[in-house]
T-cell receptor, first 115, second 114 residues
Framework: NAGVTQTPKFQVLKTGQSMTLQCAQDMNHEYMSWYRQDPGMGLRLIHYSVGAGITDQGEVPNGYNVSRSTTEDFPLRLLSAAPSQTSVYFC??????????????FGSGTRLTVV | AQSVAQPEDQVNVAEGNPLTVKCTYSVSGNPYLFWYVQYPNRGLQFLLKYITGDNLVKGSYGFEAEFNKSQTSFHLKKPSALVSDSALYFCAVRQGGATNKLIFGTGTLLAVQP
């Protein structure tokens, strides 16, 4: 099925642990991004990429790293988990980075709890 | 800086009644505006967009949105609400420049009572 696949769906981490949230899309989308969703704050952009080898910071990048070695994959790394990173994380992709015509396709999310 | 505001945390409406979910925006230049819906424990789904053209935009599931440039608004509407429309709705605006970055509002929870 074409779309954006996120793994895992749920994760519990201890403070200080590291982990990688996986995101893969099979639509040949150039643009990929990571958002976190917190109650009352909507979605906030963490990092984004306009193509393989190109990444940039969003609104709330601290504590997170990304890389884009292929068009399909855009993993998000938590370097040293903190309770403030407890959130629901969404990966989103879209076709074309210059013309916003198709909207985003979102993954189903990863619910992360840091204890 | 581009921004979008959803002034209502929650909207309650009876099934069969018309519904409106409000959104106002602030952008430089022509706005690209979007509505997304999120059902419980799911990702966001695209509903509709305004890029250019007619001010009334029709989207999925019978929803439509009216673009009003003078009031900088992009309210989501539906003539007759269904209980199954109950969900979290997000308005978004494309940030300017050569990227696809979207700025999202804080979301409005729509509750449709039977």
């Amino acid at each position: 099925n074409a779309g954006v696949t996120q793994t895992p769906k749920f994760q519990v981490l201890k403070t200080g642990q590291s982990m990688t949230l996986q995101c893969a899309q099979d639509m040949n989308h150039e643009y990929m991004s990571w958002y976190r969703q917190d109650p009352g704050m909507g979605l906030r952009l963490i990092h984004y990429s306009v193509g393989a080898g190109i990444t940039d910071q969003g609104e709330v990048p601290n504590g997170y790293n990304v890389s884009r070695s292929t068009t399909e994959d855009f993993p998000l790394r938590l370097l040293s988990a903190a309770p403030s990173q407890t959130s629901v994380y969404f990966c989103a992709s879209s076709y074309g980075y210059r013309v916003m015509s198709y909207g985003y396709t979102f993954g189903s999310g990863t619910r992360l709890t840091v204890v | 800086a581009q921004s979008v505001a959803q002034p209502e945390d929650q909207v309650n409406v009876a099934e069969g009644n018309p519904l409106t979910v409000k959104c106002t925006y602030s952008v430089s230049g022509n706005p690209y505006l979007f509505w997304y819906v999120q059902y419980p424990n799911r990702g966001l789904q695209f509903l509709l967009k305004y890029i250019t053209g007619d001010n009334l935009v029709k989207g999925s599931y019978g929803f439509e949105a009216e673009f009003n440039k003078s009031q900088t608004s992009f309210h989501l509407k539906k003539p007759s609400a269904l209980v199954s429309d109950s969900a979290l709705y997000f308005c978004a605006v494309r940030q300017g420049g050569a990227t696809n970055k979207l700025i999202f509002g804080t979301g409005t929870l729509l509750a449709v009572q039977p």
